[in-house]
C-alpha cells in the first residue's frame, strides 16, 4: 500500500486532504503538532511541530516508504505590515517555507532511488498578489519558485513536483481573518464565493 504523508492534517484542508487519501486506499501519516480536532482513524498520526527544523530527519526515521508528500501546513497572523512581531515572522518563514523545503529534502533522497514520487505544495493565490499579512505571501510566493526548482531537479529521476494555489478557503485559517480582510480578498475572486476544503483535497490527491 502506498503512503502519504500529509502535513498540518488536523484539520482544515490537510485533514480533508487525509480522509480523500483514505478514501483512495493510500496509507495515511497525518503529520500535525495539534490532533485535538482529527477524527480519522484509519491514519496513522505523527504529532511533530515543524518549528523544530532540525528534527525533522529523526521525525522521519521510522515512518517507511513515502510515495507522497503533500506540504499544506501553514501559519497565518494578522498583524499589519509595520508591527509584525520578530517571533511570529520567524514561525511564518519557518513552517510555511523552510519546513516544506526540508521535508522534500529529506523524502527526496528515498522516491529517488525509487525512480518514482510525487509531491504536491500548497501555495495561495496570496503568492501573486499583495497580501495584507506581508510574511505569508512571501512564503506562498517562496513555495511556488521551490516548486519549479524542485521539479526540474527531481524530474529526471521520475519524481513528480507540482503545486496548487487555493484562493479564499472555509478553514478556522480563514475564520480568523477581519471582516475587511476577507471584503478584500472576495474582490479578487471570480467565482465570488469561498471554496470548500474538499474541493481544493481533490485537487491534490
Keep these: 500500500m502506498n503512503t502519504a504523508l500529509i502535513t498540518g492534517a488536523g484539520r482544515g484542508i490537510g485533514l480533508a486532504t487525509a480522509r480523500a487519501f483514505v478514501r483512495a486506499g493510500w496509507r495515511v501519516l497525518a503529520l500535525d503538532k495539534d490532533f485535538s480536532t482529527f477524527d480519522l482513524e484509519e491514519a496513522d498520526r505523527l504529532e511533530f511541530d ?23 501546513a501553514g501559519v497565518l497572523y494578522c498583524d499589519p505590515y509595520d508591527a509584525i512581531p520578530e517571533a511570529r515572522k ?17 523524502i527526496s533522497v528515498q522516491m529517488k532511488r525509487r525512480k518514482a514520487g510525487r509531491i504536491v505544495n500548497v501555495g495561495s493565490v496570496a503568492a501573486f498578489t499583495g497580501h495584507p499579512d506581508l510574511w505569508y505571501g512571501i512564503t506562498k510566493a517562496g513555495i511556488l519558485n521551490m516548486t519549479k526548482a524542485w521539479a526540474k531537479e527531481l524530474g529526471p ?3 513528480l513536483v507540482n503545486a496548487v494555489a487555493p484562493g479564499p478557503t472555509q478553514t478556522a485559517m480563514y475564520d480568523q481573518l477581519p471582516q475587511s480582510r476577507k471584503d478584500g480578498v472576495m474582490r479578487s475572486v471570480y467565482s465570488g464565493r469561498v471554496c470548500s476544503p474538499e474541493e481544493v483535497a481533490a485537487a491534490i490527491l
Excluded: M, S, Y
Excluded at 515543524?50 to 499544506?72: F, K, S, W, Y
Excluded at 518563514?93 to 529534502?105: D, Q, S
Design 50 to 72: 515543524l518549528r523544530n527544523l532540525d528534527r525533522i530527519p529523526e521525525a522521519l526515521e521510522d515512518q517507511g516508504e513515502i510515495h507522497t508528500l503533500v506540504n499544506n
Design 157 to 159: 529521476h521520475g519524481v
Design 90 to 106: 520567524r514561525e511564518i518563514l519557518t513552517v510555511n517555507l523552510e519546513a516544506p523545503a526540508k521535508l522534500i529534502e529529506c
